[in-house]
């Protein structure tokens, strides 16, 4: 290899190493991420929760209200059929009693109805409250887990990126460029080797993709030092000098 690609390829082992750090670094991340919107979602459905529970409770307190002025109705009704005056007016009276009656009782089932519901809503609650608390807590082993591969790699990290620096530095601009725009399309892997079919013939392929490479390609990478890209997957083509 000629002294840019050679660089270059200096450049790509630094970056491979870095990428490794950032690659395990972004992993952690995600599950923090992945923890948060998770209890987002639970907080959301305990909220919801919470509130139908109160509606539960205002129909109860609503229905006892019901069930109370149906009670001092039908006290009213028990003191009028006492000082009936005719059959007539008694039986008017008696049908308004039972009506309340029948609607007291219907009260009273919609009532059992509700607090049955309203138990089962309270044992939700507290199931999804618990299930908060266990991704609470894994939100914080997350965060540790972040924490502790930042301090324990920092010295490293900054030792490559240093190094990083530096290889870059003794770059064309243009190459740099370049090495950077593939390396960001292929996770940092911006480099591929030509690698030869058979050992007797000159079909190649590139080591990326393995897509075959055109013979006036490899003849150039032989002949000059300068940057050719794979047409397919458009990683920089090199040839190892072991195997020209």
């Given at each position: 290899m000629g002294?840019?690609?050679?660089?270059l390829?200096q450049l790509?082992?630094?970056?491979?190493?870095l990428n490794t750090?950032?690659?395990k670094e972004?992993?952690l991340?995600?599950?923090?991420?992945?923890v948060?919107?998770?209890?987002e979602?639970?907080?959301?459905?305990?909220?919801a929760h919470?509130e139908?529970?109160?509606?539960?409770q205002?129909?109860i307190?609503q229905?006892?209200?019901?069930?109370?002025?149906r009670?001092e109705?039908?006290?009213?009704?028990r003191?009028?059929?006492?000082?009936a005056?005719s059959?007539?007016?008694?039986?008017?009276?008696l049908?308004a009693?039972?009506?309340?009656k029948a609607?007291s009782?219907?009260?009273?089932s919609?009532?059992?109805?509700?607090?049955a519901?309203?138990?089962?809503l309270?044992g939700?609650?507290?199931?999804?409250d618990?299930e908060l608390e266990r991704?609470?807590?894994?939100?914080?082993?997350?965060?540790?887990?972040?924490?502790?591969?930042?301090?324990d790699?920092?010295?490293?990290?900054?030792r490559?990126?240093?190094e990083r620096?530096?290889a870059?530095?003794?770059?064309?601009?243009?190459a740099?460029?370049?090495?950077?725009?593939?390396?960001?399309?292929?996770?940092?892997?911006?480099?591929?080797?030509?690698?030869?079919?058979?050992?007797?013939?000159?079909e190649h392929i590139?080591?990326g993709?393995?897509?075959?490479?055109p013979l006036?390609?490899?003849?150039?990478?032989?002949s000059?030092?300068?940057?050719?890209?794979?047409s397919?997957?458009?990683r920089?083509?090199?040839?190892?000098?072991?195997?020209?």
């Amino acid at each position: 290899m000629g002294a840019i690609l050679d660089a270059l390829h200096q450049l790509q082992k630094i970056e491979s190493e870095l990428n490794t750090f950032r690659s395990k670094e972004q992993s952690l991340r995600r599950k923090v991420r992945q923890v948060t919107r998770q209890i987002e979602q639970r907080q959301a459905e305990s909220h919801a929760h919470h509130e139908t529970i109160t509606r539960c409770q205002m129909e109860i307190d609503q229905a006892d209200l019901d069930i109370k002025s149906r009670e001092e109705s039908m006290a009213k009704h028990r003191q009028a059929l006492n000082v009936a005056k005719s059959n007539k007016e008694y039986a008017a009276i008696l049908t308004a009693l039972n009506t309340e009656k029948a609607d007291s009782a219907k009260c009273e089932s919609r009532v059992l109805e509700l607090m049955a519901r309203k138990e089962e809503l309270v044992g939700e609650s507290q199931t999804h409250d618990g299930e908060l608390e266990r991704l609470q807590t894994r939100l914080a082993k997350a965060e540790d887990a972040v924490r502790k591969f930042t301090e324990d790699n920092r010295a490293t990290f900054e030792r490559l990126e240093a190094e990083r620096a530096d290889a870059a530095a003794a770059l064309p601009a243009s190459a740099l460029s370049t090495f950077d725009r593939v390396a960001a399309r292929h996770e940092g892997d911006a480099l591929a080797e030509t690698v030869r079919v058979s050992a007797r013939g000159e079909e190649h392929i590139c080591g990326g993709c393995h897509m075959s490479i055109p013979l006036e390609h490899v003849n150039r990478l032989r002949s000059r030092d300068e940057l050719l890209e794979c047409s397919s997957c458009g990683r920089i083509l090199y040839i190892d000098p072991v195997s020209v």
